[in-house]
T-cell receptor
Framework: EDQVTQSPEALRLQEGESSSLNCSYT??????LFWYRQDPGKGPEFLFT???AGEEKEKERLKATLTKKESFLHITAPKPEDSATYLC?????????????FGEGTQLTVNP | DAGITQSPRHKVTETGTPVTLRCHQT?????MYWYRQDPGHGLRLIHY???????DKGEVSDGYSVSRSKTEDFLLTLESATSSQTSVYFC?????????????FGEGSWLTVV
């Protein structure tokens, strides 16, 4: 059974204070690790897909990295508009329907 | 963005009544999904579809049924709503052509069972 654990549950940062969110996972054959952003009252918005250990992807102030056991979402010099819940999900090679297994998310608040 | 629309966006219903949520996508995606999101549980898969009239159960399928008669529409039915089905429901679809197997989500349907 695929499992995803995200930490911390909540994180408060000052504007400009860089930090990282963690996603630990267990999966039988990783097909992809996904990061989503979710704003209150909205659906998850796709950010990145990572496929293999060592891979990195960047988008504006966000950079996602992947190892064989975990992924990090690094946030550099965050702004208040980066406040959201960040969700991590995995897709396993043995999972039918190519469905995703999600973690519970990290709620990020960036204060001005 | 997969052009996914969900309806209704908000609904209050009574215990024991049937409820149908509709998901419509405009991108001709083959795979479609229904998830529910609850505090302490995150997003959990209810049912999914891998083509017209082809559906399968997810991890929390009890009390739910689905139908897919057209590629663009995926319906979720609560046969007899219970208070434990009060939740936010998200529809999603999968783009096989885009950057890496991405699953896109709709805006959600808030359901309250009283």
């Amino acid at each position: 059974e695929d499992q995803v654990t995200q930490s911390p549950e909540a994180l408060r940062l000052q504007e400009g204070e860089s930090s990282s969110l963690n996603c630990s996972y267990t999966v039988s054959g990783l097909r992809g690790l996904f990061w989503y952003r979710q704003d209150p009252g909205k659906g998850p918005e796709f950010l990145f897909t990572l496929y293999s250990a060592g891979e990195e992807k960047e988008k504006e102030r966000l950079k996602a990295t992947l190892t064989k056991k975990e992924s990090f979402l690094h946030i550099t010099a965050p702004k208040p508009e980066d406040s959201a819940t960040y969700l991590c999900a995995v897709q396993g090679a043995e999972t039918s329907g190519s469905r995703l297994t999600f973690g519970e998310g990290t709620q990020l608040t960036v204060n001005p | 963005d997969a052009g996914i629309t969900q309806s209704p966006r908000h609904k209050v219903t009574e215990t024991g009544t049937p409820v149908t949520l509709r998901c419509h996508q405009t991108e001709n995606h083959r795979y479609m999904y229904w998830y529910r999101q609850d505090p302490g549980h995150g997003l959990r898969l209810i049912h999914y579809s891998y083509g017209v009239k082809d559906t399968d159960k997810g991890e929390v399928s009890d009390g739910y049924s689905v139908s897919r008669s057209k590629t663009e529409d995926f319906l979720l039915t609560l046969e007899s709503a219970t208070s434990s089905q009060t939740s936010v429901y998200f529809c999603a679809s999968k783009d096989l052509r885009g950057p890496g197997n991405t699953i896109y989500f709709g805006e959600g349907s808030w359901l309250t069972v009283v």
